[in-house]
Nanobody, 120 residues
C-alpha cells in the first residue's frame, strides 16, 4: 500500500559527502517517525538515524556529528546528509517509515535501499 524508494547512493571518496533521499508514496494520511538504517554485506541491519513527525532527531554514535536527518512533510520525504564519509560507512542505506493510514491504523514500511560505497 505504501512504497519507499531511496535514491542518491553513489561511489564517493573518503572524506567526501553525499545526500540520500527517500520518497514515500501510496495511501498516506501522515507519517510519524522516519528512520534510516544501513546494512553492510554479511552484517546485520543497523539503525543510524530517526526523525519524528515533530522534528525530534536521534542518531547512532557511529554517525553522530557527521550525518544529519531532515524531512519534507508535504512531499513525504526524508533525507540523510552525510559528511566526512569513511570507508566503514559503506553499506546499503535503507529507509523506514511509520505511516499513519487513518486515525486508527498505522503500519511500518521499508525501502530496498540505495548503495553507498566509500573508497579509501
Amino acid at each position: 500500500q505504501v512504497q519507499l524508494v531511496e535514491s542518491g547512493g553513489d561511489l564517493v571518496q573518503a572524506g567526501g559527502s553525499l545526500t540520500l533521499s527517500c520518497a514515500a508514496s501510496g495511501s498516506i494520511f501522515s507519517i510519524n517517525d522516519m528512520r534510516w538504517y544501513r546494512q553492510a554485506p554479511g552484517q546485520e541491519r543497523e539503525w543510524i538515524a530517526t526523525i519524528s513527525s515533530g522534528g525530534d532527531r536521534y542518531f547512532d554514535d557511529s554517525v553522530k556529528g557527521r550525518f544529519r536527518i531532515s524531512r519534507d512533510h508535504h512531499k513525504n520525504m526524508v533525507f540523510l546528509e552525510m559528511y566526512s564519509l569513511k570507508p566503514e560507512d559503506t553499506a546499503n542505506y535503507i529507509c523506514n517509515a511509520h505511516v499513519q493510514h487513518s486515525y486508527d491504523y498505522s503500519m511500518e514500511y521499508w525501502g530496498k535501499g540505495t548503495q553507498v560505497i566509500v573508497s579509501s
